[in-house]
């Protein structure tokens, strides 16, 4: 079974000029990468505005539970030390 060739390439002989021209072109794919990743988490997004107002409502909801929770929490400490 053959496996193939490979091929040593040696870098260490470009012009400076060529080794930072390919610097950036691999620093713009990387950004370009990234920037296509976040625009493809970008679908999860709510599109229907009764969802997305039921989501904020929602989400206003728990904010308020949490407070009243630690407010709670706060009494019942104070109780507890008697003042």
């Known amino acids: 079974m053959s496996v ?3 091929r040593d390439i040696d870098v260490s002989n470009l012009p400076p000029g060529l080794v930072v021209v ?3 072109l691999l620093l713009v794919f990387i950004a370009v990468l990234v920037w296509g990743f976040q625009l493809m988490g ?3 997004r709510i599109k229907d505005p009764e969802a997305r ?3 904020r409502r929602r ?3 728990h904010k308020r ?3 009243l929770r630690a407010r ?3 009494l019942r400490r104070k109780a507890a030390r008697g003042g």
């Open 42 to 44: 970008r679908d999860a």
């Open 22 to 24: 390919l610097g950036v």
């Open 65 to 67: 539970q949490k407070a």
């Open 4 to 6: 193939g060739r490979y």
């Open 59 to 61: 989400k206003e909801s």
């Open 72 to 74: 709670r929490e706060k």
């Open 53 to 55: 107002a039921r989501a």
